[in-house]
């Protein structure tokens, strides 16, 4: 669906050797975590994975999120949707698939870590939650931005069985979209664009969701005036992407609570 009927109107990443990180007030803790990295389908396994584990209050059982980050690794972005998410009564997971590969960031060597290779950091976490008591089997949801809606993107394909390892659904950020080779997505995803991007083209988006074996799966929403990071809090910006490419991003007051609204919507349906 390429339409947008509004809803509303309305650092350097943590060593791994810290074992808690406060999230928010006293209701919840990030724990810091390691899991394999586990290969499938054309994705190799990569190092040893950390990350960091943030929950509700209580025992559980929570349906958990992948929390997916974008170019620029986990940092302060990443924090602040997995409070969120936590707010919003899911366990959290947020790999770091770049420092354990010696990387800080991808955003102008977008080759160094690709989306596909990520797919097996997917995996990985996906089993480690399996492991979790506190994880409900089998309602494990993603959320990506940027170089993680595309990570999203990837990991919804049916060449990679991620649903047979319990993932259920995707929400992608104005992800970088790959009409030739992701069009075999085989669990529900919900893509959320800016027309306006120049870093990751809603064209390309509009291409590959019209191109797709089960259209059905995509709900795609498109915000005609939006820029790339546009539910990023941030004054507007111009930053360097890939081949000396320069990049606007923008904080969108009408997309960022739209697509907010929409994404919890959608996790409820599907994870609840």
Not at 38 to 47: E, F, H, I, L
Not at 92 to 98: G, K, Q
Not at 225 to 233: L, R
Not at 249 to 272: N, Q, S
Request: a positive charge; proline letters at 7%.
């Amino acid at each position: 669906m390429a339409i947008f009927p509004s809803l509303y109107t309305s650092a350097m990443i943590r060593a791994f050797a810290i074992a808690v990180l406060l999230l928010f007030g006293s209701q919840a803790v990030a724990q810091s975590v390691s899991f394999p990295s586990v290969p499938v389908g054309t994705s190799q396994a990569g190092p040893e994975m950390s990350g960091w584990v943030s929950k509700p209050p209580g025992d559980g059982p929570f349906p958990a999120i992948i929390l997916a980050h974008s170019c620029a690794g986990v940092g302060r972005h990443t924090d602040a949707w997995a409070k969120l998410l936590v707010n919003w009564g899911y366990l959290v997971l947020a790999p770091d698939s770049f420092n354990p590969r010696g990387t800080k960031a991808v955003c102008t060597t977008p080759n160094v870590v690709t989306p596909n290779m990520r797919v097996a950091d997917i995996a990985g976490a996906l089993d480690y939650l399996a492991t979790r008591p506190d994880v409900v089997k089998g309602k494990v949801g993603i959320i990506g931005h940027s170089h993680g809606g595309s990570t999203v993107i990837r990991s919804a394909q049916s060449s990679f069985a991620l649903d047979k390892r319990g993932l259920v659904a995707g929400v992608a950020y104005y992800p970088g979209c790959n009409p030739q080779f992701d069009t075999a997505i085989d669990i529900p995803v919900l893509l959320l664009a800016g027309d306006k991007d120049d870093w990751t083209s809603s064209d390309r988006c509009r291409k590959l969701v019209g191109s797709l074996a089960r259209g059905d799966l995509v709900e795609a929403i498109y915000y005609p005036e939006a820029y790339h990071s546009f539910d990023v809090k941030a004054a507007d910006r111009t930053v360097p992407g890939a081949a000396g490419k320069q990049h606007r991003l923008v904080y969108d007051t009408v997309a960022a609570p739209d697509a907010e609204a929409r994404t919890r919507a959608f996790f409820a349906k599907y994870l609840r």
